[in-house]
């Protein structure tokens, strides 16, 4: 009994760490939109449907990049994201790490 019990912790513990190891792996291998999902979650979401164009206070972003004909530019989303527009506020407050990867991120929508 002993024995299956030390068995069950250290399978245990194996399988925890390689499900943290698989995880790490994953957030690494897309850094920057992974962060940017994040912060999109943390300020964009209460507006902006990412998985959708059904409004809620702002236009959903689903294909957000490929419905505009030509792309909105890096510059103009930037600024949008900063200034606001309309009713939306804007987001001085994030760096340009942060708005790099905001805007990689919507680029997966
Ligand atoms: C309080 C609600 C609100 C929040 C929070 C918000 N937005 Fe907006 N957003 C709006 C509204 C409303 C518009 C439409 C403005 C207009 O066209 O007059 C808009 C427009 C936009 C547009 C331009 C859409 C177009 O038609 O070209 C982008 C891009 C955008 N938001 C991105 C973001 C991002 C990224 C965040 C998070 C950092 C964010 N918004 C947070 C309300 C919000």
Redesign the pocket.
């Known amino acids: 009994m002993k024995l299956t019990l030390t068995s069950l912790v250290v399978g245990c513990a194996l399988c925890l760490s390689i499900s943290s190891l698989a995880q790490s792996a994953k957030i690494t291998s897309n850094p920057a939109t992974g962060y940017g999902q994040h912060?999109?979650a943390q300020?964009?979401a209460?507006?902006?449907d990412a998985h959708s164009t059904t409004p809620k206070?702002?236009?959903g972003?689903k294909n957000?990049y490929s419905t505009?004909h030509p792309p909105?530019t890096d510059t103009t989303?930037r600024a949008?994201?900063a200034k606001g527009?309309?009713?939306?506020?804007g987001?001085s407050n994030?760096n340009q790490k942060q708005m790099n990867d905001?805007i990689a991120y919507?680029k997966t929508l």
């Open positions: 912060l999109y300020s964009c209460v507006c902006h206070a702002g236009p972003m957000y505009h909105p989303v949008i994201i527009k309309g009713t939306m506020p987001f994030l905001l919507l």
